[in-house]
């Protein structure tokens, strides 16, 4: 079986990673490898087009505190004002069964799993220019005047944040992004750190 993996895919808003993070997806099935996207808790309203349990477990502040205390996420943040959450349990099942395990949360988040789990792969997607955001972001047309400014400010900090990250990927093209994840995923698993045991002669 092949290992694991823990990959942890953040953006600013408007990078296109979900767009991404699909088409990996469909990549690895193709491929006969085992991945598993984890589903997100949040507590932001559903947008057009998103359904409850396939883009986010929506809910309501006083759950997802409940949930917190109770130490049912393996990270959170609050982000634009609302909470962002990765549910424990679906992602150690994942973890367990060796899967490609994929997460699509914010830098703060990413940082969160690493001290969790030291092994956890970081990956910033980025469009090529930084300019592009602005104009995907009100594209979308689903948020406030406030919200989108408020989204460009945090992905300025996440483009400073972003030098912990293990790798960098340019959403040009799409499939090219996800040619370079995929590369990622094979590179990951020849690290010496995973491999170690290999080299032991008996
Ligand atoms: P959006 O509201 O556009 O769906 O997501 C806003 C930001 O929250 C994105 O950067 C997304 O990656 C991040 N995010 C989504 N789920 C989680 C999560 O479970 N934890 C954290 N820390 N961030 C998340």
Redesign the pocket.
């Known amino acids: 079986m092949k290992p694991g993996i823990k990959l942890i895919?953040?953006?600013?808003?408007?990078a296109g990673?979900?767009t991404v993070i699909n088409r990996l997806l469909q990549r690895l099935a193709a491929l006969h490898e085992e991945a598993y996207l984890?589903i997100?808790?949040?507590t932001?309203y559903m947008?057009e087009g998103e359904a409850d349990g396939v883009?986010?477990y929506f809910t309501d502040k006083p759950s997802f505190e409940r949930l917190l205390d109770e130490k049912g996420?393996l990270?959170?943040?609050c982000?634009?004002g609302?909470y962002?959450?990765?549910?424990a349990a679906p992602a150690e099942e994942a973890f367990a069964a060796g899967k490609i395990v994929l997460?699509?949360?914010?830098?703060?988040?990413?940082r969160?799993i690493r001290e969790r789990y030291s092994d956890a792969v970081t990956v910033f997607l980025i469009p090529p220019e930084f300019r592009l955001l602005e104009s995907r972001l009100r594209g979308r047309a689903t948020e406030t005047e406030d919200k989108i400014l408020h989204?460009l400010e945090?992905a300025r900090d996440?483009y400073a944040a972003a030098v912990d990250y293990d790798y960098v990927v340019i959403n040009d093209s799409i499939d090219d992004a996800v040619e370079e994840l995929l590369s990622i995923i094979t590179a990951e698993r020849c690290r010496m750190s995973r491999r170690a045991k290999l080299l032991t002669i008996l």
């Open positions: 895919i953040s953006g600013p808003s408007g990673k979900g984890s997100s808790m949040t932001r947008r883009s986010y996420l990270e959170h943040n982000y634009n609302e962002y959450g990765t549910p997460f699509d949360i914010d830098i703060n988040g990413g969160q989204r945090i996440e």
